[in-house]
């Protein structure tokens, strides 16, 4: 829901000046600027006039940064108790030319519009109410007060604007198919979030956003996926935060596309997937790697490799579980499920300490690291051993491929062997060992080779003898 944040101190001074510069544009006469908004359900075409640049307020509830506020706790909560304070201003004039996924960092957007203005001055007006809220245009006033411009160009709202027509303008324009700077893929999630809490249907939505129906679908899921991710993460007196997750959108639309795939298929499937793909996206592994992550990904691939200081049993996973009001009870997530979340909270709240940085104790910050290191690590052995196995299903020829691959890496090692003898570094005790493991590998495998093949070949006839010790065959 949108919040109405009342008006600056400045106000009644603002629509002053402001009904000066109109009258002003009366008296010149001729053909003024003006700027096509919707207004009310409506098109409407309002006034241009210029503005002192200093005269003019951020809008503390602009949708552009919304996910970003979190990015200093502190200096968010002085925002929040007096939007209009210097402090509050300050704070927003930061975030504005921050980089969305890092606040911490100069968004280079920011200063591709600072050098366009800088160059060709101010294109497209911006817009405000007549109390200097700005609706649109904040960015802009960021980047001319940066180069000490002192005045702008803005469209000027009806008196009776409230802060509902404020954020249903700002929406409008924004969502404009033009070629202005969209805003950052949390805070479309969370715009998208809050017509849903105006009331507004699913197909109203869409056409605002120009987009369809089932893109709405997915982004409330991932929305929801998102807010489920930082309350599990909450440990203490840190947290993950929306904004940590920003350069994720084509991983967690894929996951999406996956999960409901599966879950027409397997709830306990999908879940299985769901908590392992996270992970991994949290974990920020490529699109590419995540993509080799299934259902069996934890139980096949990644539980062997985790150390056992991350390893949870937890606490049995019950057989039903009461949904509150109801009367009624649902079929608990089992055991696989319950061991898949228990890892991913580990993670999740190791994750948080780490992205609070200094707030947190030195000690607890180490642990913390420690955590995410060795789960990145096992997850990365564990993506590559199910990357390759699943290139092997998809040739339909695994245990061929296998021994392939296999050739392939001896061939290599034949090549090491002739560069070692060259230059007398070959470690003799190791290579005898590495040997040793190959004979036991060898008779494995021909015993299972020959459990699963009636008619031996020549190849497995050798393979039989070799392991025997008898050479090869006649």
Same mark, same amino acid.
């Given at each position: 829901?949108?919040?109405? &944040? @009342?008006?600056?101190?400045?106000? !009644?001074?603002?629509?002053?000046?402001?009904?000066?510069?109109?009258?002003?544009?009366? +008296?010149?006469?001729? %053909?003024?600027?003006?700027?096509?908004?919707?207004?009310?359900? @409506?098109?409407?075409?309002? !006034?241009?006039?210029?503005?002192?640049?200093?005269?003019? /307020?951020?809008?503390?509830?602009?949708?552009?940064?919304?996910?970003?506020?979190?990015?200093?706790?502190a200096r968010d909560r002085l925002l929040t108790q007096d939007p209009w304070s210097p402090e509050g201003q300050d704070y927003l004039h930061y975030l504005l030319q921050a980089k969305p996924s890092e606040p911490d960092k100069r968004d280079s957007d920011f200063d591709a519009l600072q050098e366009s203005l800088r160059d060709h001055q101010q294109n497209e007006a911006g817009l405000i109410t007549r109390e200097g809220i700005l609706v649109n245009g904040n960015t802009r006033r960021a980047a001319l007060k940066e180069l000490g411009v002192t005045s702008i160009r803005v469209g000027v709202l009806p008196a009776s604007c409230t802060w509902e027509d404020i954020n249903? %303008? +700002?929406?409008?324009?924004?969502?404009?198919?033009?070629?202005?700077?969209? /805003?950052?893929?949390?805070?479309?999630?969370?715009?998208?979030?809050?017509?849903?809490?105006?009331?507004? @249907?699913?197909?109203?939505?869409? *056409?605002?956003?120009?987009?369809? $129906?089932?893109?709405?679908?997915?982004?409330?899921?991932?929305?929801?996926?998102?807010?489920?991710?930082?309350? $599990? #993460?909450?440990?203490?007196?840190? +947290?993950?935060?929306?904004?940590?997750?920003?350069?994720?959108?084509?991983?967690?639309?894929?996951? /999406?596309?996956?999960?409901?795939k599966e879950q027409?298929? #397997? *709830? !306990?499937?999908?879940?299985?997937? *769901?908590? #392992?793909?996270?992970?991994?996206?949290?974990?920020? &592994?490529?699109?590419?790697?995540?993509?080799?992550?299934?259902?069996?990904?934890?139980?096949?691939?990644?539980?062997?490799?985790?150390?056992?200081?991350? *390893?949870?049993?937890?606490?049995p996973a019950p057989a039903a579980v009461a949904i509150p009001g109801l009367n009624r009870s649902i079929q608990a997530a089992g055991a696989k499920v319950a061991a898949a979340r228990s890892l991913t909270d580990l993670l999740l709240q190791a994750r948080a300490v780490e992205v609070a940085g200094d707030k947190a104790a030195p000690a607890e910050l180490a642990s913390a690291s420690d955590t995410v290191a060795s789960i990145h690590a096992a997850f990365n052995e564990a993506i590559t051993v199910a990357g390759r196995d699943l290139r092997l299903k998809k040739k339909r020829a695994a245990a061929p491929d296998r021994v392939t691959d296999a050739c392939k890496d001896l061939e290599q090692c034949i090549t090491d062997l002739v560069l070692a003898r060259g230059n007398g570094s070959l470690d003799e005790g190791a290579f005898d060992d590495a040997l040793v493991q190959l004979r036991g590998v060898m008779?494995?495998? %021909?015993? +299972?080779?020959?459990?699963?093949?009636?008619?031996?070949?020549? @190849?497995?006839?050798?393979?039989?003898?070799a392991a025997a010790g008898e050479g090869s065959p006649a």
């Open positions: 829901m949108f919040t109405d &944040f @009342g008006f600056p101190p400045n106000a !009644e001074r603002n629509r002053a000046l402001v009904e000066e510069r109109l009258a002003e544009l009366k +008296e010149v006469g001729g %053909v003024a600027e003006t700027l096509r908004v919707e207004w009310r359900q @409506g098109p409407r075409h309002i !006034e241009v006039i210029d503005m002192p640049v200093d005269a003019l /307020y951020y809008n503390p509830g602009t949708h552009r940064i919304r996910a970003q506020r979190s990015f200093d706790t249903a %303008v +700002e929406l409008s324009l924004q969502l404009r198919p033009d070629r202005r700077r969209d /805003y950052s893929y949390i805070n479309h999630l969370m715009a998208v979030e809050e017509q849903v809490q105006l009331g507004r @249907g699913l197909d109203q939505i869409a *056409k605002m956003f120009h987009v369809t $129906r089932p893109s709405l679908e997915r982004d409330q899921w991932i929305l929801a996926q998102l807010r489920d991710l930082i309350a $599990r #993460s909450r440990t203490g007196r840190h +947290e993950l935060r929306l904004m940590d997750l920003e350069r994720s959108q084509e991983k967690l639309a894929e996951l /999406y596309r996956a999960f409901v027409a298929r #397997s *709830k !306990e499937r999908a879940d299985l997937l *769901k908590e #392992s793909r996270l992970a991994a996206i949290v974990l920020d &592994f490529a699109k590419t790697d995540v993509r080799f992550i299934e259902p069996d990904f934890q139980v096949q691939y990644l539980d062997r490799l985790l150390p056992d200081a991350v *390893k949870r049993t937890g606490a008779g494995k495998l %021909v015993v +299972e080779a020959q459990r699963s093949i009636e008619l031996p070949g020549e @190849g497995l006839l050798w393979a039989i003898a």
